[in-house]
């Protein structure tokens, strides 16, 4: 049987987000502004860890693996959502659909497991400075994101099938910018208590272990600092952590918003708020707060600009 008589659509209609069409051009620009800066900013995380030797060291090396995901994270709804502001149409093919859930469902994941790979690092960094040389070899932090790359595939590729076998003979209007999951299931026609196993299966596996792993990971390190207190040693953790608690507070407070305590059916519009919030808001801060918190992000992008301006 063929794709389109099982689905019974061959393309869905994005409503996309709930803006007056006299504000479109205003948030077009925003969205646009935004996602330009969660791109070049992110590239140029990728770029100074790249060039600058004093960064090739294993959370820098997460780091570079993280700031790559946001960016696909990002692309794979925003250009889409640009272009659909941009040339009023709504309308997007099953196929891309499908592939924009599987790609969503992919970075989305792998975000959350380099999160975990970088609390680690931090947890060895701070309760075993001696050995971290040793526990954070080259090795295991390859290890560490293939494992992790491997996981979110194979995540994203069971909800993709299982979403490519569902009727959708109810409409294919969905009240989204882009191809959610959620979203999905609602509009289906077919029984879906499988997909809503899997998601609550999958989604320990996803996000709820390794959340776990990180505030395990932070309450090591919490224990750490307080067992002997000093100034020196509190500020010292904040300087290393900082920055990461900032991105995992943004990454999973946008998710416990959106995934655990989701709008009713009568109030959809919230759903699309705190998703744009995941989507776009999160990635585009997270080079701004690397960046801004950490002194060898500064120095590193103060010897490139030294660098350049020395050269020309």
């Known amino acids: 049987m063929r794709r389109e008589n099982q689905s019974s659509v061959s393309e869905f209609l994005l409503l996309g987000l ?8 205003m948030y077009y620009a925003l969205f646009l502004a935004m996602y330009l800066t969660t791109v070049l900013g992110n590239l140029l995380i990728i770029l100074l860890i790249r060039l600058d030797s004093r960064l ?33 149409t709504q309308s997007i093919s099953y196929a891309g659909c499908i592939s924009q859930a599987y790609f969503f469902i992919l970075f989305g994941a792998l975000d959350s497991f380099l999160l975990t790979s970088m609390a680690y690092d931090r947890y060895v ?41 569902l009727s959708f003979l109810r409409g294919n209007t969905l009240h ?17 208590t499988i997909n809503k196993l899997v998601i609550l299966t999958v989604g320990l596996v996803g996000i709820t272990l390794p959340f776990m792993c990180i505030l395990v ?5 919490g224990a750490s600092v307080l067992r002997r207190p000093s100034i ?21 407070g946008a998710i416990i918003a959106l995934y655990f305590f989701p709008s009713s059916n009568s109030n959809k519009d919230k759903n699309v708020i705190v998703s744009v919030l995941y989507t776009l808001v999160t990635p585009m801060l997270n080079p701004f707060i690397y960046s801004l918190r ?3 992000m500064k120095g590193a992008l103060g010897n490139i600009l030294r660098r350049a301006a020395f050269s020309g």
């Open 232 to 252: 020196q040693g509190i500020c010292k953790a904040l300087s290393t952590c900082g920055s990461h608690l900032s991105v995992v507070s943004l990454y999973y």
């Open 176 to 192: 989204h910018f882009f191809c959610d999951l959620s979203a999905l299931l609602k509009l289906s026609s077919s029984n879906t």
């Open 56 to 88: 090739h060291t294993p959370m820098y090396f997460f780091l570079s693996h993280l700031a790559l995901t946001d960016i696909s994270f990002s692309s794979v709804t925003s250009p889409k959502m640009l272009m659909n502001m941009l040339t009023q």
């Open 294 to 296: 950490n002194r060898d």
């Open 18 to 25: 709930p803006i007056q069409p006299e504000e479109q051009g």
């Open 125 to 165: 960094a701070i309760c075993h400075p001696l050995h971290y040389t040793t526990m954070m070899r080259q090795s295991l932090c390859f290890l560490l994101v293939v494992v992790s790359w491997v996981l979110s595939s194979a995540i994203a590729l069971v909800h993709t099938l299982l979403l490519a076998r």
């Open 217 to 221: 990971s932070y309450g090591h390190i």
